[in-house]
């Protein structure tokens, strides 16, 4: 498939995981890629292991700060002019009991996971064509209470429901906007987060498909909502999560 030929998208947080795994999957349907990352050094090996040659732009940016933000928007607007999609991506993850979150911890995951999505989209804005697609990734922890996950299970609730506000609000423009919801996958935050060698186990207990996901499972729901093979859908959630949150695994 080639949904994507000739389009622009735009990935935050695309260094490794599931951002990592859309930018491959888009430019092998055709498209142009911005990545962003904050670490030099991870964007430069990105780039070489996406080996895509002029179609990827990868810009040094904190999704946290709007001079960042404003910055990788002008660098967009001198190579491609236009954006046709758009992965909110970047995001933290710090699990902790909610008596031993520190107000830096709050600060940190507010300021990325809801701030940086918001900003993201509210500068993109003039640079995307009417028609176009944005997809915020969001989590299964907006679905279930998770213990240690209180601040970043409440931070991806918001950007689900600004899926929903903010599809409306640019309807008009027939810019649809939705959401992914990954639940366990394989990916590094995943990985800092279960750091015990059973965990693999454990988790897919829970999961009736029996597995942990990978990051292409969900890079395929991102391809699919950012392209016109979901030009009917807007304001809605995609859980990526092998029937974690809505069914009961069979005893194995």
């Given at each position: 498939?080639?949904?994507?030929?000739?389009k622009?998208?735009?990935?935050?947080?695309?260094?490794?995981?599931?951002?990592?795994?859309?930018?491959?999957?888009?430019?092998?349907?055709?498209?142009?890629?911005?990545i962003?990352g904050?670490?030099?050094?991870?964007?430069?090996?990105?780039?070489?292991?996406?080996?895509?040659?002029?179609?990827?732009?990868?810009?040094?940016?904190?999704?946290?700060?709007?001079?960042?933000?404003?910055?990788?928007?002008?660098?967009?607007?001198?190579?491609?002019?236009?954006?046709?999609?758009?992965?909110?991506?970047?995001?933290?993850?710090?699990?902790?009991?909610?008596?031993?979150?520190?107000?830096?911890?709050?600060?940190?995951?507010?300021?990325?996971?809801?701030?940086?999505?918001?900003?993201?989209?509210?500068?993109?804005?003039?640079?995307?064509?009417?028609?176009?697609?944005?997809?915020?990734?969001?989590?299964?922890?907006?679905?279930?209470?998770?213990?240690?996950?209180?601040?970043?299970?409440?931070?991806?609730?918001?950007?689900?429901?600004?899926?929903?506000?903010?599809?409306?609000?640019?309807?008009?423009?027939g810019?649809?906007?939705?959401s992914?919801?990954?639940?366990?996958?394989?990916?590094?935050m995943?990985?800092?987060?279960?750091?015990?060698?059973?965990?693999?186990?454990?988790?897919?207990?829970?999961?009736?498909?029996?597995?942990?996901?990978?990051?292409?499972?969900?890079?395929?729901?991102?391809?699919?909502?950012?392209?016109?093979?979901?030009?009917?859908?807007?304001?809605?959630?995609?859980?990526?999560?092998?029937?974690?949150?809505?069914?009961?695994?069979?005893?194995?």
């Amino acid at each position: 498939m080639q949904r994507f030929s000739n389009k622009t998208v735009l990935i935050t947080g695309a260094t490794s995981g599931m951002g990592f795994a859309t930018a491959r999957r888009v430019l092998d349907e055709g498209s142009y890629v911005v990545i962003t990352g904050r670490d030099q050094q991870r964007l430069d090996a990105a780039v070489a292991r996406l080996d895509a040659g002029p179609r990827v732009l990868a810009v040094r940016a904190d999704a946290a700060s709007l001079a960042d933000t404003d910055e990788l928007m002008r660098r967009i607007q001198t190579w491609r002019g236009t954006l046709d999609a758009v992965f909110a991506n970047a995001g933290v993850g710090i699990f902790k009991p909610s008596a031993e979150l520190t107000e830096e911890d709050v600060d940190r995951t507010l300021n990325v996971n809801v701030k940086g999505v918001f900003f993201t989209i509210h500068a993109a804005q003039p640079l995307l064509r009417d028609g176009s697609a944005i997809v915020i990734n969001a989590s299964w922890t907006l679905y279930r209470g998770l213990p240690v996950a209180s601040i970043y299970s409440a931070s991806k609730a918001a950007v689900h429901n600004l899926a929903r506000t903010l599809g409306a609000e640019l309807a008009p423009r027939g810019i649809r906007v939705n959401s992914v919801s990954p639940g366990y996958i394989d990916t590094e935050m995943y990985r800092g987060a279960n750091p015990d060698t059973d965990a693999d186990a454990v988790n897919a207990a829970q999961v009736p498909l029996g597995t942990i996901g990978h990051a292409d499972d969900v890079a395929a729901a991102v391809a699919f909502l950012a392209s016109e093979d979901a030009s009917y859908i807007t304001g809605q959630d995609i859980v990526v999560d092998g029937g974690l949150v809505g069914s009961v695994p069979t005893a194995r």
